[in-house]
Structures are given as structure tokens and as C-alpha cells.
């Protein structure tokens, strides 16, 4: 299953809203996860089963979306919010990642 | 506090082998499944391997299948990842992580390990 993500790039100023999408090329119902990767950082869970956060994420981040396409919101971006984020499906085998969007600050 | 810590990780010319572990504290390991996962210079996260509490079910991505082997002692709380015939395809910092679920359900990795490098060059 190819997860696509976009844009690859988003610039927002802290405080404005953020809109992620990743979009799988199969079905893969809601078992997909959003992650976040800070530079030297290994990943974080935030999002799993499309939209529920994991322990401790702010309510901030949101995900919504089910079969093939999917949206993270950051609602009100915050200084350590600008990282990369990446969709993951856990529907099938091999699990597999989006490319990754790049948050950055306008 | 759950810890994952891998080791084995360094340089090795291409056609070699090395051997990753990946110790676990904090948590009651055999309850887990575990993954490998990599990331290649300046890029993003490739998913490699996976394996079951039990380690009865195991799942490669292609591009390893038949180079890479998971395994995983319980009595040690240890996940090790032998990989053979390395190219420089595999040059990566390589993650292990564990699954965010303790029962026989395949969830994602709430967990990870702040990783080992692995550099493939002659």
C-alpha cells in the first residue's frame, strides 16, 4: 500500500491552523497513525486508529478520515509544532509510511 | 519509564553482516510485538520488520526479505535484527520500537528507540 502525503512542504505562522493529508492507494479502513519526528529526534506517536491521540498529545492535533484519505490538523500551531509529520498504515503487510510533510514556520 | 536502547550498530563494507539488539526496560517486553524501523540519510521512515510476542509471526518489507532476519529472546527482553548481504541501500539509522498494544492485536509503535547508524561503505 503506497501512502501518499501532502503537501510535502507547509509553511504556517504559530498560532494559525495546519492541514496534513495523507492519502493510501488501497483501502486501509482506520488503521492508520500520524507521527511527528523532530530533527535528531526519533519519532512520536501522536495519532492512531485515524483519529484517536495518544497519551499525552495535546488536543491540538486532530485526525480525521477512513478508507483511503486522511487529514491531520494542528488547530493552533505552536513554536514545537514545526517538525516533520508522517502517515503510517498498519492494515496490511508490509506496514508502510508516507514520504512525510515538513512543518515549517512562514 | 519504558526504555528501548539499540546497540551493534557501526560501518561495514557492502556484501557484510551485523547484528542489532535493541534492549527493553519499563515494560513487560513479552507482552509486546516489536519492529525494526530505518531511515536513510535525509530521508523518511522506511518500516522493516516486524515481530509477535511469541515470535510465531514475523513480517519483513520486501526490500529485505531473505537479507534480514527479526528475532527476539524474551528471557533477555531483547529484539535483534541479523542483517546480511548489506548494500549501501541499507546505510540508515535504524529504530527499533514497540507496539502500542499488549494484547494479540497489531497496533502502531507508540515507543521507539532513539536508534542505532548502520553505514554501508567499502
Redesign the interface.
Known sequence: IVMTQSPATLSVSPGERATLSCRASQRVSSKLAWYQQKPGQAPRLLVYDASTRAAGVPARFGGSGSGTEFTLTISSLQSEDFAVYYCQQYNDWPRTFGQGTKVEFK | EVQLLESGGGLVQPGGSLRLSCAASGFTFSSYAM?W?RQAPGK????VS?ISQSGGKI????SVKGRFIISRDNSKNTLYLQMNSLGAEDTAIY?CAKD?SRFLE?????V????TTITVSS
Open positions: 519492529y524501523v523518511g521512515l522506511e518500516w516486524a513480517y519483513y518489507t520486501d529504530y502500542l497489531w497496533l502502531p509503535m507508540d521507539w528507540g532513539q536508534g
